[in-house]
């Protein structure tokens, strides 16, 4: 089982630090501004597909807002 650790307020702290708007995020993530809005607003879980896009606009690997963790 794979577990996906989204930390959202990391996501939010880093997007800021980048100088992106939410648009910006979700042109380069390939997907809508509103789900990027719905991720950082906690109303929506990523998946670890959608999480490694979001981290990938950012410039930054999973780990660095979040993880994944797998149990045997």
Known sequence: ????????????????DCGMTQAAVAEKAGMSQP????????RVRPSLRMAIDL???????????????IDD
């Open 1 to 16: 089982v794979m577990t996906v650790y989204f930390d959202r307020d990391e996501f939010r702290r880093r997007r800021l």
């Open 35 to 42: 789900v990027v809005s719905r991720v950082e607003a906690g």
């Open 55 to 69: 981290a990938y606009a950012l410039d930054c690997t999973l780990y660095g807002i979040g993880g994944v963790d």
